[in-house]
């Protein structure tokens, strides 16, 4: 069974960084069409798709509220897709989850996939 293992969250301050990992296994993204995305539930807030990527990072897509701040990445010889997230705010505190689907196309919409991590928590705080 596919399994996605997210990590990297923690509690920083606001303007600093942090880069998530999200660890698939028993799948292979180099072989086979997945899409990745990454997506942020809030307090309260229902979960927001940010961002998604395609089989080698043939297409990229941001929500509004990250572009130009996060960028995702895939390692698939390690089988690792990662969310660089720069300049932080205390609205990008949440539970980060990566997702993954069969597609030939990006998706956020959090409909769109079947497997789910089970989240890493990120706080920006002063």
């Known amino acids: 069974q596919l399994q996605l293992v997210e990590s990297g969250g923690g509690v920083v301050q606001p303007g600093e960084s942090l880069r998530l990992s999200c660890a698939a296994s028993?799948?292979?993204?180099?072989?086979?069409?997945?899409?990745i995305g990454w997506f942020r539930q809030a307090p309260g807030k229902e979960r927001e798709g940010l961002t998604c990527?395609?089989?080698?990072?043939?297409?990229?897509r941001y929500a509004d509220s990250v572009k130009g701040r996060f960028t995702v990445s895939r390692d698939d010889a390690k089988n690792m897709v990662y969310l660089h997230m720069n300049s932080l705010k205390p609205e990008d505190t949440g539970v980060y989850y990566c997702?993954?689907?069969?597609?030939?196309?990006?998706?956020?919409?959090?409909?769109?996939?079947?497997?789910w991590g089970r989240g890493t928590q990120v706080t920006v705080a002063a």
């Open positions: 997702a993954a689907e069969l597609s030939p196309v990006c998706s956020q919409k959090q409909e769109d996939f079947n497997n």
């Open positions: 028993n799948f292979t993204l180099e072989l086979d069409y997945y899409i």
């Open positions: 990527i395609t089989q080698r990072s043939f297409t990229t």
